[in-house]
């Protein structure tokens, strides 16, 4: 394939990043070398496969980082999750008045495409998430406490995207 084909191809999950990082990607698809790099470098799945198991996964993160942060009342898999926005997974502050007083709810939803994936696909996303409780917007106060609980964050995050992009345009390797 010529080169300026190869520019064309749209990446969404990578879109942020440079022109050559995207092509180098790209090189990678059309060899079909992406699925063997993210399994050589993630050989395993983790076994958070349900959603009390995702419960305790997520409260020990968050008792080992956040212990005195606001409290989560329902964290699930979701599979709506993945179709909506593009978001990975959602942290939802919601506020009811009852009588008096004002009630509120923290809740992690994570999309289900993680039930199988590599454990530090589903920790970066967890961090993420929990990172909202204490901060709302994706701003440098928010990538600091990310990287505070997962100091390869960013590495992560990057190999994730090339993870869904891989499954996106070649399906499951797991």
Do not use: W
């Not at 958070?48 to 020990?60: A, H, W």
């Not at 993945?82 to 004002?102: D, E, M, P, W, Y």
């Amino acid at each position: 394939m010529s080169s300026s084909k190869v520019k064309l191809a749209p990446l969404k999950y990578l879109s942020s990043y440079s022109i050559e990082v995207q092509n180098q990607i790209r090189t990678m698809i059309e060899q079909d070398t992406l699925g063997r790099f993210l399994l050589q470098k993630h050989p395993k799945i983790h076994n958070v496969n349900n959603d009390k198991m995702l419960r305790e996964y997520v409260m020990n993160l968050k008792n080992s980082h956040l212990r005195k942060s606001s409290p989560l009342s329902k964290i699930i898999y979701d599979k709506k999750i993945h179709v909506v926005n593009n978001a990975l997974g959602l942290h939802t502050f919601i506020s009811r008045v009852q009588g008096n007083k004002l009630k509120s709810k923290n809740e992690i939803r994570i999309s289900d495409i993680f039930k199988t994936a590599p454990e530090v696909f589903l920790e970066m996303i967890v961090v993420h998430e929990l990172a909202h409780i204490r901060i709302k917007p994706h701003d440098k106060a928010f990538y600091q406490l990310c990287i505070y609980m997962l100091p390869d964050y960013h590495q992560l995050e990057f190999e994730m995207r090339l993870y869904l992009t891989q499954l996106e345009l070649k399906g499951q390797i797991y």
